[in-house]
């Protein structure tokens, strides 16, 4: 009598569970493998745990025919050896999937086995259509990726000749104000390429950054340089109240003299013509705050946040559309949230102006390590210094020809990777300025041939010019072999700079050849 009360007893706590429970009786063939089992109790959740109806006395291959035979083999090795076990698996059979816990019941003899399950079907599939979902946002973000890095060089591989073409009028004395247009222009494309490229690496977090302690107004002297043609373009005043020195933030510099540029440009796209804005900057606290202000439009207290959004741009009147992509607050944001700081914006409303406000900690400058003054050496162009200039790009070959030859330099050109390396074989330049996107072979390829076919041990120096910009660009551009990768289109004078660089080296080396001699 206690037995059958402890029996139904049991029977209404199996049947309370929220969980599907079953007994099972596990069977085995000849040669002691499982094979199938027959249910011996059963809870009232377990039909609709499984959608199996009328199982008690019932085998599982009875029910269902397809059932895989892992579970017959996990539940055997729980009837055999009484070790339990919990785990999620697949059921094919009965298109779901189960959290199980199972565990041996009754004298080892019997076989029985109790199991435990929850139906997890329905986060699985959640789970899987996450995952889906993630590896097509990852699919897509690759997509736009190449799309952007091709986009640029197909852009940049224009501008690159006009720019040249611009600045080789400069060389020879020919100066207009439509070659400023111009140039200012060409300027503002490049920027805008730069801008594309710059969200979709700070957002997949591959910005590289090269922090030191350095004086605010360094990085101040590097912004007004980089906006300073819209700034003269929009004719704006800029009163820069920054001291000379004790604002020592940590930070890259190039990348915050950018954050300080847009802002400034920022301020004279959307200001009127010959407007005053104010770049301070002081020390509260543990913190260097920067502030950009001008007296233009202003900004709806809605937009205050949203402008710092991608592709976001404030409404501007029809005489004052300044361009760009919506992009210069949003790299601004990244930027100075990479470095550790914060940046908002404030606005007392429409045509009330706008102020930038960057927080950035505070910094100290190491201490100064005593150096012997270096002797400056005026640096000229030998007759001897030789380039060869490698572009499928027969505008930007011949404008870049005309500059160096300007220059005093020695050129020869090629249109492609093989007639490049027969110059190279005839011509023997010191500098070789190769472009990367080359037809039949590319700049990579024809950059290891030419180490590799370097006479007496002194390859040419190499030097990169492509419209490819991104961060495995350059490392391929490095494990090529090149020296510097230059993005299109170049300054002329940075090429300039670089080219006696390496003129004063390859000079250097033979005056010690001549000495060992």
Avoid at 303 to 312: A, K
Avoid at 474 to 495: N, Q, Y
Wanted: hydrophobic share 40%.
């Amino acid at each position: 009598m206690q037995t059958q009360y402890a029996e139904e007893f049991c029977q209404q706590l199996y049947d309370l569970f929220d969980q599907g429970f079953c007994v099972v009786e596990m069977l085995f063939d000849s040669n002691g493998a499982p094979v199938d089992y027959r249910f011996l109790e059963v809870n009232v959740a377990f039909e609709r745990q499984t959608g199996l109806h009328d199982a008690t006395g019932r085998r599982m291959r009875e029910l269902a025919p397809t059932h895989e035979a892992h579970w017959f083999e996990i539940y055997g090795q729980v009837a055999i050896t009484g070790a339990p076990v919990r785990f999620e698996q697949q059921a094919g059979a009965l298109n779901r999937w189960y959290d199980v816990y199972a565990f041996r019941v009754g004298h080892p003899s019997l076989h029985h086995v109790a199991i435990l399950f929850s139906d997890i079907t329905a986060r699985k599939r959640a789970e899987r259509d996450v995952q889906s979902a993630r590896a097509e946002a990852e699919r897509a973000n690759r997509t736009k990726d190449e799309f952007l890095a091709m986009l640029g060089h197909e852009l940049r591989n224009p501008l690159a000749p006009m720019l040249t073409a611009l600045q080789l009028m400069r060389l020879k004395g020919q100066h207009s104000r439509e070659q400023d247009v111009l140039e200012r222009q060409v300027h503002h494309l490049s920027r805008m390429v730069d801008d594309l490229l710059d969200v979709s690496r700070i957002t997949r977090g591959t910005i590289e950054l090269k922090r030191r302690p350095i004086e605010l107004c360094d990085v101040v002297l590097q912004a007004m340089e980089l906006a300073g043609p819209l700034l003269e373009q929009y004719q704006d005043l800029v009163d820069v109240q920054v001291p000379q020195h004790g604002l020592v933030i940590d930070v890259d510099r190039a990348r915050m003299a950018q954050v300080l540029s847009n802002l400034l440009t920022n301020a004279a796209k959307y200001s009127p013509l010959g407007s005053r804005i104010v770049l301070r900057g002081v020390r509260e606290n543990e913190h260097v705050t920067i502030r950009v202000k001008d007296e233009g439009m202003g900004i709806e207290q809605e937009m205050l946040d949203l402008v710092f959004e991608p592709f976001v741009q404030r409404s501007q009147s029809l005489d004052r559309t300044g361009g760009g992509l919506g992009l210069g607050l949003a790299i601004v944001r990244n930027l100075v949230q990479s470095h550790g700081g914060t940046v908002r914006a404030e606005s007392a409303g429409t045509n009330q102006g706008s102020e930038f406000i960057i927080e950035l900690p505070a910094s100290e400058m190491p201490p100064r390590v005593e150096r012997a003054a270096e002797r400056s050496v005026s640096v000229g162009v030998s007759t001897q210094d030789r380039v060869l200039v490698v572009d499928d790009n027969e505008d930007a070959v011949e404008m870049l020809r005309s500059a160096l030859e300007q220059l005093g330099y020695v050129v020869d050109v090629a249109l492609d990777g093989p007639t490049a390396l027969a110059r190279a074989e005839t011509f023997q330049p010191s500098i070789v300025l190769l472009d990367v996107g080359l037809p039949v072979m590319n700049g990579y390829e024809v950059a290891r041939q030419l180490n590799a076919s370097s006479r007496e041990g002194r390859p040419a120096r190499l030097i990169a010019l492509t419209g490819y910009g991104q961060d495995a660009d350059r490392e391929k551009s490095r494990e090529a072999g090149f020296e510097h990768h230059l993005v299109k289109p170049i300054d002329l004078d940075h090429l300039r700079d670089l080219l006696q660089e390496r003129s004063a080296d390859t000079r250097q080396e033979r005056s010690s050849d001549t000495r060992e001699e």
